[in-house]
């Protein structure tokens, strides 16, 4: 099936290196592989080191995800995704930002935090501190929540409807927005020693915030910050998410196994952004890739072999019963996928079903296909090879850039910055230097 797609607008291929604070993220079972070091999620030097080899490697950001809950829906327990290590334990992928910002001077950070369970004048000021801190390098990505155990350990009960988790959402962006740009002037701060002034009063402001689910009349705890609010990554490709994207995001990241898939939801994406009355062009997209580097194709080869050989099939299953909300433990392997509809994430499974209908996945191929890098496609090879693929799936999709998963960190990571990040240079993909300045100019650069 050919889906239309945008055509790419500028050489560049922006990098994003995607990971999270715990010991298995979308890799099931690899923890266990020899050159896997996730178990040192722990460590501040883990993250500081990382940091410093992403930084140096002209990556744009590194991009931490996270959940509120335990992935308990495969089999109706939490007992897989324990055994299995599958992003739990888990920590607060805030809490190491600003120590990698001090040991960085270009890379930016992106930080998962959800709309659904916490008030937007606490958060509204942790990120400005954070924008302070990295001097305008961190974002936000957006999400809703779509674990019934998050909901279930911070008092909601259940899980808020899917379409109304985004209804929320819209009016904690607008909440966090006044509070970010509209409560404290550019020059509010002016430290007159001689007067004994250090702020003054008439320009910091309330923002008198009255809608359906907050009142916040202000003013806000926070001078200006140097972004003055994070820029906003988002993820959802359900329509619903899709209209949120089109009104908020600045950068966006799409997950498919196929460029057909990929391609479709890039288009819809833009077609939202210019369905919002805004410029297509001005959203950053990031297609999530797993690249597998070696010296030479068949050492590369080798090394997924070894990573495939290590994967848990029963953590494949527990990541996807958690993302989507369908439970396939206990499934015949052969038997073909379908969409259903739920409360849980929809779009990691429409772009297994209602995608790609000239494909139909089974339920063995789903749990494989999971194995290295989680929903998005793996590129195997040297470092040339892995470049040519980058290339295609940028090209081809109509994505701004790529988030790179890992199978082993900082190993997958390494592997990249020495093999593939010399090549793209050479064929002016990224810039010959990492390039200094605040993460919203980054991304805007093309």
């Known amino acids: ?22 010991a298995g993220h979308q890799s099931p079972g690899l923890w266990r592989h ?27 950001a590194l991009f931490l995800a996270d959940v509120l809950g335990v992935y308990d829906v495969a089999g109706g327990s939490r007992d897989a995704a324990v055994r299995a290590g599958i992003q739990v334990p888990l920590g607060d992928p805030m809490m190491p930002v600003s120590a990698m910002a001090a040991v960085t001077s270009s ?10 369970y916490e008030h937007p004048y606490a958060l509204a000021r942790r990120f400005s501190t954070l924008d302070h801190l990295t001097k305008g390098r961190v974002g936000w990505n957006v999400v809703t929540g ?15 409807p899917h379409d109304e988790r985004y209804a929320q959402a819209d009016e904690y962006l607008d909440v966090c927005a ?3 740009w509209d409560s404290w002037e550019d020059d509010a701060v002016v430290r007159d020693v001689a007067g004994g002034v250090y702020t003054d009063p008439s320009k910091v402001h309330e923002i008198s915030y009255h809608g359906r689910y907050f009142d916040v009349p202000g003013p806000f705890l926070c001078e200006p910050s140097p972004q003055r609010s994070p820029v906003i990554f988002q993820a959802g ?22 460029t057909e898939v990929v391609g479709g939801q890039v288009s819809r994406l833009r077609d939202a952004v210019s369905d919002a009355g805004r410029d297509p062009a001005s959203v950053t997209v990031f297609a999530q890739l797993a690249p ?11 090394r997924y072999e070894s990573y495939v050989s290590a994967y848990s099939r029963e953590g494949a299953l527990a990541l996807f019963a958690g993302w989507t909300g369908l439970d396939l433990t206990g499934i015949d392997p052969a038997e073909p996928l379908r969409y259903v509809e739920s409360d849980a994430g929809r779009s990691a499974l429409a772009s297994f079903t209602t995608d790609d209908p000239s494909r139909e996945w089974t339920v063995d191929e789903v749990a494989r296909h999971l194995a290295v890098g989680g929903r998005g496609p793996v590129a195997v090879g040297s470092g040339a090879e892995v470049a040519d693929q980058m290339e295609a799936w940028v090209d081809e999709t109509g994505a701004d850039g790529l988030n790179l998963a890992y199978a082993v960190t900082p190993g997958s990571f390494a592997q990249v910055a020495s093999f593939v990040v010399p090549e793209l240079r050479r064929r002016g993909r990224m810039p010959e230097k990492p390039e200094p300045g605040m993460l919203r100019e980054r991304l805007a650069a093309r």
């Open 34 to 60: 020899p050159e896997d070091q996730g178990f040192r999620y722990t460590d501040l030097d883990h993250w500081t080191s990382l940091a410093r080899l992403l930084d140096d490697a002209g990556f744009d």
């Open 292 to 302: 597998v580097v070696a010296a030479s194709s068949a050492e590369a080869r080798e």
């Open 1 to 22: 099936m050919s889906l239309p797609v945008h055509p790419r607008r500028s050489a560049r291929i922006h990098l994003n290196a995607f990971a999270m604070m715990c």
């Open 146 to 160: 779509y674990l019934e155990s998050a909901a279930a350990n911070l008092g909601l009960g259940a899980q808020v």
């Open 107 to 116: 890379l930016g950070f992106g930080v998962t935090v959800s709309t659904s």
């Open 178 to 180: 006044r509070l970010w």
């Open 237 to 258: 490709a359900s329509p619903r998410g899709l209209a949120f994207a089109g009104q908020h995001a600045e950068a966006v990241f799409v997950s498919g196994p196929s």
